[in-house]
């Protein structure tokens, strides 16, 4: 079993910035990869970004590319979701989730490949 555990979401206004970190724990040996969805009211959750704790490859939706950047900390079993230049738009729950099984560039946007999730935190973008 892995846990997930969101923080540093909040209000901010238009072109603001907000940093988000997951702390794993438990079984935290046996994820491949981390990433990021969001679900904002009335629409179904969507990818954001992911990393793989080997190597640490990066991948980002299309709608966030150029300004939110993905990082982790593997001693720490820490990642963050730096966010600048925040729109409207951007204001969702934010899930962390984990993933234990065959991760690839073909499978990292599907909420099938994550098999572990975070409660979400509140990312609000407004003026």
């Known amino acids: 079993q892995v846990q997930l555990v969101e923080s540093g979401g909040g209000l901010v206004q238009p072109g603001g910035s907000l940093r988000l970190s997951c702390a794993a724990s438990?079984?935290?040996?046996?994820?491949?990869?981390t990433g990021w969805f969001r679900q904002a009211p009335g629409k179904e959750r969507e990818f954001v970004a992911a990393?793989?704790?080997?190597?640490?490859?990066?991948y980002y939706a299309d709608s966030v590319k150029g300004r939110f950047t993905i990082s982790r900390d593997n001693a720490k079993n820490t990642v963050f979701l730096q966010m600048n230049s925040l729109k409207p738009e951007d204001t969702a729950v934010y899930y962390c989730?984990?993933?234990?099984?065959?991760?690839?560039?073909?499978?990292?946007?599907?909420?099938?490949?994550?098999?572990?999730w975070g409660r979400g935190t509140q990312g609000t973008v407004s003026s």
């Open positions: 438990g079984r935290t040996f046996s994820l491949s990869a």
């Open positions: 989730a984990g993933s234990r099984g065959y991760f690839s560039f073909s499978n990292y946007a599907s909420r099938r490949t994550y098999s572990s």
């Open positions: 990393v793989r704790w080997t190597g640490g490859t990066t």
